[in-house]
């Protein structure tokens, strides 16, 4: 009787330390972080939707060039265009990317040689007739002569792996471009026609732009005509990722719309893209006076170029999911003591529950404790919780946390809300909480 008590204790132990050993094993952690919500998707859609996601510009050289003259100011006066032109190393300065799997092999060869001119702007536009800058497209005519260019969504929400060199490499659709400095592009092109809605000069509207940064940007600039905050710093938002958006059913910091809608939204109203596009909100001449005196909350065209992209680009978005931390670059015992935190002391997980990691609903900045300055360029006044999965990005990137990047890390944010809920976090726990948002 004796003995076999203690064979079965062992068996025990034993099978426990199996258990042990398995999970140490296991690289998901599934039972840390939870998978993803699994979305049906239509796989005929969702390569139609990466398509328009990488390469289309909706007709958008209309603005680009058209208006802008993007095509001119990339050749540069030596070339037909205006200005220095936009070499290859000026283009990747200003954190444009390059699509190392667009490249033939000998020009691959040439670039590691030393023997392709990366100052010339001649060359730039090379690598546009080849499609390999990324969110960024040129039309050619017969004779190989850059006609008009345009923009696509891989220009904010894609980047590349750098496996080249910095810069340079495959793409990887849905990452923010933290690099990309979208006002530099601005003040770079003939920005005329924007300080014009402005109301300001070109020497005043480049002073603003060129001071956003990179991985900033304003897509509701010209809709009211917010410069600055009140605290005098240039009103810009992070480019948020298009990823991990599965379950997520209010797009945008503050909660706009559906992810159709804000596509909509940004296609027509940011890219310049010819579709249609109405929204009653905007008719707000106090929220949104250049909207209305633009008369761009009901925009009607003859041929709508966005439209029926619109379903595959959802699709598209919701197959990226948001990236799976490495193994080992965060401390696993350390997070699940946070994961305890987040779901208890924290109350993390009152507002960002899993499997999402955010509610679907929207908050009032004092909920949060912050200001109402962006949430009040919004038609909702309110701000979105945003869903945490692959936030070990943003650690990584650099461009800080909430919407405008005002949290430099995410021991700011913790400090911030253990302030704000009066949580009592000690030190260690603040580390441990840290720790679990590293995991997601
Ligand atoms: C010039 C840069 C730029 C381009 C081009 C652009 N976006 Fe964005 N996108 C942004 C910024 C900035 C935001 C954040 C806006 C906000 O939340 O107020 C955003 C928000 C989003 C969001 C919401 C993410 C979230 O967490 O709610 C999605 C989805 C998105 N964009 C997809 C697209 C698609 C699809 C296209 C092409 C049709 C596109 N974007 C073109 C800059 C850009
Ligand atoms: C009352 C709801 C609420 C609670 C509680 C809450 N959050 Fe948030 N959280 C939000 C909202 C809303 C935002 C967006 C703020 C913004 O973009 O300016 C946010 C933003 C964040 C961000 C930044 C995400 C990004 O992409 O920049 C992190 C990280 C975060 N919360 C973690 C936490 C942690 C950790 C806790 C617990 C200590 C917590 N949150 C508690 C609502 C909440």
């Known amino acids: 009787m004796y003995t076999r008590k203690i064979t079965k204790a062992l068996l025990l132990i034993l099978l426990g330390l199996f258990f042990i050993q398995c999970n140490d094993d296991d690289e998901t952690l599934v039972d840390l972080v939870p998978p993803p919500i699994q979305l049906d998707l239509n796989p005929t859609l969702v390569a139609q939707g990466k398509e328009t996601f990488r390469y289309d510009t909706f007709g958008d050289e209309a603005f680009w060039s058209g208006a802008l003259e993007l095509d001119k100011a990339v ?3 030596d070339n037909g265009g205006f200005g220095p ?6 283009a990747l300065a200003i954190g444009l990317k390059v699509d ?8 691959v060869d040439a670039i590691s040689a030393g023997q392709v001119d990366l100052d010339d702007p001649l060359t730039t536009v090379a690598l546009l007739s080849l499609d390999a800058v990324v969110g960024v497209k040129g039309n050619f005519d017969q004779s190989g002569n850059l006609m008009s260019m345009g923009i696509t969504c891989a220009l904010c929400h894609s980047t590349v792996d750098d496996s080249f060199s910095s810069g340079i490499g495959s793409r990887v659709d849905g990452w923010a471009n933290k690099d990309l400095n979208v006002g530099a592009i601005f003040g770079f092109v003939n920005n005329a026609p924007l300080a014009d809605i402005l109301s300001v000069d070109v020497t005043t509207f480049n002073s603003v732009v060129n001071n956003w940064g990179a991985g900033k940007f304003a897509p ?5 005509g917010k410069v600055t905050k009140p605290s005098g710093e240039l009103a810009t938002v992070n480019i948020p990722p298009a990823y991990g958006l599965q379950g997520v059913e209010k797009e945008t910091y503050t909660g706009w719309g559906n992810v159709s809608y804000w596509n909509r939204f940004i296609g027509v109203l940011d890219m310049g893209g010819q ?15 250049l909207a209305v005196e633009r008369g761009v909350f009901n925009v009607s065209v003859s041929e709508d170029l966005i439209d029926s992209k619109l379903e595959g680009l959802l699709q598209y978005q919701q197959s990226l999911l948001a990236p799976q931390p490495e193994e080992g670059s965060f401390d696993e015992v350390a997070a699940r003591r946070g994961k305890s935190l987040f779901e208890n002391k924290a109350q993390c ?23 109402d300055f962006e949430a009040n360029r919004s038609p909702t006044g309110m701000y979105r919780t945003p869903p945490l999965r692959g936030i070990f990005v943003k650690e ?4 800080g946390f909430f919407h405008d990047g005002r949290f430099a890390n995410l021991d700011a944010v913790v400090s911030h809300y253990n302030t704000h809920f009066s949580l009592e976090l000690t030190n260690e726990e603040k580390a441990d909480l840290i720790e679990y948002l590293k995991a997601l």
């Open 75 to 77: 050749l540069g006066q």
């Open 85 to 90: 032109g936009l070499s290859p190393n000026t």
């Open 100 to 107: 190392a799997e667009a490249l033939p092999q000998d020009l």
């Open 220 to 224: 509701v600039l010209l809709l009211d």
């Open 275 to 289: 579709g249609n596009f109405s929204d009653p909100r905007l008719n707000d001449p106090q929220k949104f006076p």
């Open 349 to 371: 997980a009152s507002c960002h529950p899993a499997p999402i990691f955010a509610d679907n609903v929207l908050h009032t900045p004092s909920e949060i404790g912050i200001d």
């Open 396 to 399: 990584a990137d650099g461009n």
